[in-house]
Structures are given as C-alpha cells and as structure tokens.
C-alpha cells in the first residue's frame, strides 16, 4: 500500500537537504507517494504565511512527514508539527560510523538512544512579567520564603510537567530499550532530571518513569542528575542504551550527544506521537549557508532511515543506512562540516551510488 510522504523543506538549509533526502527515496524505487507543498519562506512570499491551508491539509492526511528546519517568521510549522499533531516524544540516535570525524579518542561502537520529552516543561515559552504571578499568587512562598512580589520588576518561565506527560514518555522509552535488547542492546533505561532541586516537577518525572518500569521486569533502570549525565554522555558512551528526560534537558543533551557521532549535520531525529510522525535533522535552518550547496544532507537521509523503519520498511531503511555508511568509511565524498570539500548534491550523488 501506497504510503502519503509530505515534504516541508522551511528554511534556509531545510529545502536543501529535503530535496537530497527525497532524491535518494525516489531512486530507491518505494512504494511512496512523495508531496511537496510550498512553506516556509517561499510561502510567505506567494500568499502571506509560511504554512498555507494546501499544505496543512496535505500534512494531516499523511503516513509520515519530512521536515526541514525554520527559521523565526516560519515557526508556526514546527509549532503545529509538534504541539498540534502531539508529537510528543522526540528520539534522538546517536551513533557513530566509521570514517567519521569525533572529538572521542575511541568511538566505535557508541549507539545510544535519547527519547525526549516533546510537548511539556519549559517549551513552548510560557513567560511573562513577575507582576502577574505577584497578582495572581500572591500567598505563595518559595523555599526561602519570598514571595514573588519581594523579586521586583522581572520575567519568569513556568515549567509543565503532567502525569499523562511522564507515563507515555517513560513507556515510550521503555518500548524502544525492549527493541533494542532484541537486538543485542543491554536494555537499560536512564532516567535524567534534577530532582533534588526541582523536586516537585522532576520529582514526579523520576517517579512517573520508576513505576512504568516495573512493567518491563525485562530492562534495567538507573537515574542521574542532569549535569552529571552530561559528564557521562562525554566520558562512558558506551554504557548508554536509552535515555528518557524532560523537555529542554533532552534538547541540550542530544546537541552534545550529537558531536560523539560527529556534529549536527550527522544527528537525525524523529518526533512520534500516537498519530503522527515527523523526521527532521537536529542541525536547524543554518542561514550562514543557505544556498552554497553545501549543506551536510547526512543527519536528514538518516532522518529518513528512521521514517522508513517507522513506516514498516525495515529492510529499505538497513539498506539506506548501509549506503550511508559505505560513502563514510571510503571518505571521498564529504562536505566542509566533514573535512572535506564536497557539495550537497555530490554526497547525495554518492549515497545514491551505493545504493544500486
């Protein structure tokens, strides 16, 4: 059956690698029907908004998503991707291939799993000025006994964490550390927050993901604080399986996970929700070099392995990463951000190669 694949290349760099990550499905023979509907910047020229209803439209009625980056005028796309669709559980792989250039003196074999928490905490920007809490809660002490009127004139952020949050979250990041322990993985789920000073919010996180766990008497479980698991991603990898955290501690961790396996333009990602999918790289819009061609393609064609394994075309996808991952091992083929001095479309040309 036919599968619905929308294509939403945004900003800057984002149409640049979209188009190369749709090269190398289309030469891949599937059975996908790929649309491409105009957003982002060049939507705002032709009619006023970065996401036009046709491509909405589109973006519902499909099996899966391919997304690109924004920049600021188009963040409503991101903010529907994520928060209308309820995407909410972002998984960030990191894995390094040979022939790949990393600050870590020994990578072979790093393959661990960040499930980040897509929809709560500190995201989407819920601030404003201290007053209105001052107002509004005027009775509230914090642990030093101030209350929010003693802090003057000033902003503040809040962070949401729910029970529904923190359960599916932690099943989700359970599934995926059952699936790897089929595959040869050691089944260990890592629970990150800062409970001992957020105890009310990463409180109910660390205790939420502890109790799903005990469904899974298969897996093992330990948690960290977050600064020390940052010291840990850099200095033990490779006893990392799978990491479940909050919003915005997910987002700052998988950015330094990302340069054990060589840097953004290596980092893939998939944003799940319980009907819709979208796969994007983590890199973002790079305006610096938006329309040089060069722009690494890698972080979103391994995007697109995910969105193939995600789509029930398991071998197609372990075929696109081995092709991937041949064009590394030779090295011949690599973009600046790589070393090397090659354009967009000569490593799009290369993977393609591989793939026949």
Known sequence: ???????????????????????????????????????????????????????????????????????????????????????????????????????????????????????????????????????????????MGKSFADFGKGKFAIRIITEKGCKRIAKAACEKARERKKRGFSGKVTCVTKSNVLRESCGLFQKTCEEVIKGYPELRYE??????????IVRFPKDIDVIVTSNMFGDILSD??????????????????????????????????????????????????MMLEYLGMREKAEELENAVKAVYEEGKVLTPDMGGKSKTRNVTKAIIQKLK
């Not at 948690?223 to 840990?232: G, I």
């Not at 980092?267 to 329309?291: L, Q, T």
């Open 1 to 143: 059956m036919t599968k619905k694949i929308v294509a939403l290349g945004g900003d800057g760099i984002g149409p640049e690698v979209v188009d190369a990550a749709i090269q190398v499905l289309e030469s891949m023979n599937l059975d996908l029907e790929i649309l491409k509907p105009l957003c982002g910047e060049a939507a705002i020229k032709k009619f006023g908004t970065p996401f036009p209803k046709e491509a909405m439209d589109l973006t519902n009625q499909s099996d899966a998503i391919l997304f690109g980056a924004t920049e600021q005028a188009s963040v409503i796309i991101l903010a529907y991707l994520r928060w209308v669709l309820d995407t909410y559980a972002n998984l960030r792989p990191i894995k390094y291939y040979e022939g790949v250039s990393t600050p870590i003196k020994d990578p072979e074999g790093i393959d661990f799993l960040i499930v980040r928490e897509n929809s709560e905490g500190m995201y989407p920007g819920r601030e404003g000025d201290i007053s209105l809490l001052a107002e509004k809660l005027p009775d509230y002490k914090d642990l």
């Open 223 to 232: 948690h960290f604080y977050v600064d020390d698991m940052a010291r840990r």
């Open 256 to 305: 330094l996970a990302g340069e054990l396996m060589g840097g953004l333009g290596m980092a893939p990602s998939a944003c799940i929700g319980d009907r819709y999918a979208y796969f994007e790289p983590v890199h973002g819009s790079a305006p610096d070099i938006a329309g040089k061609g060069v722009a690494n393609p890698t972080a979103t064609i391994l995007s697109s392995v």
